[in-house]
């Protein structure tokens, strides 16, 4: 590690990503879920948008690009993740983004701040538990100065009691590590083997909790990249939801519910005699934490509002009534069981097919989703088909339904594809700029560079071509499955993003 950054790794760049609970609108929906009053972003509101902990920008990026109405602001203590994100926006010509490098310990108090505006929402995804007090002081000084009254706020953090187990975990990769490698990334791929060697030898702190085993398992295809950022810094500590949110009240800030959507339904994530135990009492601060006690929830998405207000059921339904769903997949593939954390669920057939066939033409008001004829349900509870499919990653809300794409938009997504085809698997799920959505939209690596193909004058008959540019390392079989992928996005995928206003 370079020795300004005061334990934080900064020698290695974290890894490229689009969070979908980062976007307003996911926000938006869980404040409305959890019946507090804020509205969807619409068409041409002048949104102010603030990400702290930024890294390369690409969440931001997306969402910049996707609304060129909104001014969006981000920050990020790390020089080379500004650099590069400032070089990506120029590149692809957007105005209305801004990176900023700073210190949050002290930004709140440097002149600088003047430039960070007063925020209708901030997004801050993998900080809180990576930095040390300080730094934590300073983000909720900076969020006192810069929430507008009603503003939404998005963390996600480590939690406990989940992260507990694993405690040992961490300390030995980290400090074991650094003793065998030398650079960041190094240091952690050191770390991961020796973790596994323990895994081996039945050392009895990661065999005995299924938990902490499963993690090891999941660490290994893990970029280093991301090991070094998650695991690597001094600073490293999970805590307990009711901890962050009485440091974040210090900026006025109140917790309304999850981001992870399907986590503000206790039937989808508790069982009967769970949420007994739960309702038992008032404050969800205590019911989040029965709730956590019961659940593998290691990683939070919470969302905090600076004054919230409280709508009763009625109003909460007539607003969700007005939200506009687009479809991520094909109506065909519309799941009917899905995991959660309570258990296998069925979802009805006869209630989602339908719906999924109405949304497979376009973008779909849920009120008119809500009275198709043909559904056999419930249709008085827009919050469960919210829920259930934007929750299931099966739907975004469209800000702008039918919108035509920008050319801010596209030029975005071609400039996107140019960048990350130099350095990441074509496999990795990223996002495309959407102005119809006014979010991203889900799209591979290969889904972009089909997309742009085709802009760009190419035709299906050309696909042999587009194989051979991309495979040119690979055998024949590894050409043919290759060939299968993007038959696949020409054919499922692609339709799905013109109707997300991709293209």
């Known amino acids: 590690m370079n020795g300004w950054g005061s334990g934080y790794v900064t020698d290695v760049t974290y890894m490229t990503g689009y969070y979908r609970s980062q976007s307003p609108s996911i926000i938006s929906l869980a404040c409305l879920l959890c019946s507090v009053a804020s509205p969807l972003p619409g068409p041409d509101d002048a949104v102010s948008y603030v990400e702290l902990g930024c890294g390369q920008g690409l969440t931001s990026l997306v969402l910049a690009a996707s609304n060129p109405h909104w001014k969006v602001t981000s920050i990020d203590f790390n020089p080379a993740h500004i650099a590069a994100a400032r070089a990506w926006a120029a590149q692809a010509g957007l105005e209305n983004v801004t990176f900023l490098e700073a210190d949050l310990s002290t930004l709140g108090e440097d002149p600088a701040s003047a430039q960070v505006p007063e925020a209708d929402f901030v997004s801050m995804h993998g900080l809180w538990s990576w930095v040390p007090p300080a730094v934590q002081h300073g983000i909720v000084r900076l969020l006192r100065a810069k929430v507008k009254p009603g503003g939404a706020v998005h963390v996600s953090f480590n939690a406990l009691p989940a992260w507990g187990g694993a405690l040992g975990l961490q300390r030995v990769l980290r400090d074991c590590g650094r003793r065998l490698g030398s650079r960041s990334d190094r240091q952690a791929e ?76 206790p039937d989808l994530t508790l069982t009967p005699e769970q949420r007994a135990i739960a309702q038992r009492f008032d404050d969800p601060l205590l019911r989040e934490l029965v709730k956590d006690m019961c659940i593998d929830r290691s990683l939070r998405h919470d969302v905090f509002v600076r004054g919230a207000r409280r709508m009763n059921t009625a109003a909460r339904d007539a607003a969700l009534m007005d939200v506009r769903l687009s479809l991520n997949i094909a109506a065909s593939e519309m799941p009917y069981e899905a995991d959660m954390p309570a258990g296998r669920a069925g979802l009805n057939r006869a209630f989602y097919g339908p719906i999924a066939q109405a949304m497979a033409t376009g973008p779909q008001r849920v009120g008119d989703l809500l009275a198709l004829p043909e559904i056999d349900g419930k249709r008085d509870n827009p919050a469960e088909l919210i829920g259930i499919l934007v929750g299931l990653d099966v739907a975004e809300p469209a800000a702008r339904p039918r919108a035509a794409p920008t050319e801010q938009a596209l030029r975005f ?46 035709s299906e008959a050309q696909l042999g071509d587009w194989v051979r540019d991309i495979g040119v390392n690979l055998d024949d079989e590894g050409r043919g499955k290759l060939r299968q992928v993007f038959e696949r996005a020409l054919h499922v995928k692609l339709p799905i993003m013109r109707a997300q206003g991709v293209l």
């Open 413 to 458: 997504n071609r400039v996107t594809t140019e960048i990350l085809a130099r350095t990441e698997n074509f496999g990795r799920p990223l996002a495309a700029a959407s102005y119809a959505l006014g979010t991203g939209a889900p799209a591979t690596l290969f889904e972009l560079h089909a997309m742009n193909r085709l802009l760009s004058g190419d």
């Open 190 to 265: 050191e770390g991961l083997k020796l973790v596994q060697a323990l895994r081996d030898a039945d050392a009895l702190q990661i065999v005995r909790q299924p938990w902490v085993h499963a993690l090891v398992e999941r660490m290994g295809p893990m970029p280093t990249q991301y090991l070094a950022h998650e695991y690597m810094n001094d600073a490293w500590v999970p805590c307990f939801h009711a901890d962050l949110a009485a440091a974040l009240s210090g900026a006025k800030l109140e917790w309304v519910g999850s981001a992870s959507l399907i986590e503000n339904f």
